[in-house]
């Protein structure tokens, strides 16, 4: 019966010692687990902030652009207001251009005009003046 028992409590033992070496083991593997999921928040977290870089590099760069566009667009604003005072000032020189051309035009036309009256006096002079010479010499040619 003693020796029942011993076999008994020695298979106890046993098990007891199976069971702790599997609570053991798996201890070991709980550890091994836990320091992996470890391993991979401090990865996850370091890829987090690696994103949080990036994207914090992208809201930079739509800053950027955003400036840069409005900048642009500031730019083109006072290009056009340029474009527009230079229009106004090329046709304002146009039009007095187109005053100037006519006010010559006009000149040319009482040029025109005078020559005209200058060329009738200058063939009426020369007809008076060659009838003066004819008389003159028929008056010459009386008295000698």
Same mark, same amino acid.
């Given at each position: ?39 991979? $928040? #401090? =990865?996850?977290?370091?890829? @987090?902030?690696? *994103? ?5 590099? !992208?809201?930079? %760069?739509? &800053? ?39 006010? $010559? #035009? =006009?000149?040319?036309?009482? @040029?025109?005009? *005078? ?5 009738? !006096?200058?063939? %009426?002079? &020369? ?18």
């Amino acid at each position: 019966v003693v020796e029942r028992n011993i076999q008994g409590v020695s298979r106890d033992i046993t098990n007891l010692l199976g069971k702790i070496d599997d609570e053991s083991s798996e201890q070991t593997t709980s550890d091994r687990v836990a320091a992996n999921s470890r391993k991979r $928040i #401090r =990865k996850i977290g370091e890829e @987090i902030a690696q *994103k949080e870089v990036e994207t914090q590099g !992208l809201h930079n %760069e739509i &800053a950027r652009v955003t400036v840069d566009s409005l900048n642009t667009r500031a730019h083109n604003q006072l290009l056009r207001e340029r474009q527009r005072e230079l229009a106004d000032d090329l046709a304002g020189r146009e039009r007095l251009i187109e005053q100037y051309e006519q006010e $010559i #035009r =006009k000149r040319h036309h009482q @040029i025109e005009k *005078k020559q005209l009256y200058v060329d009738r !006096l200058n063939r %009426e002079y &020369a007809e008076r003046r060659t009838k003066l010479e004819a008389e003159a010499g028929e008056v010459r040619a009386r008295n000698d």
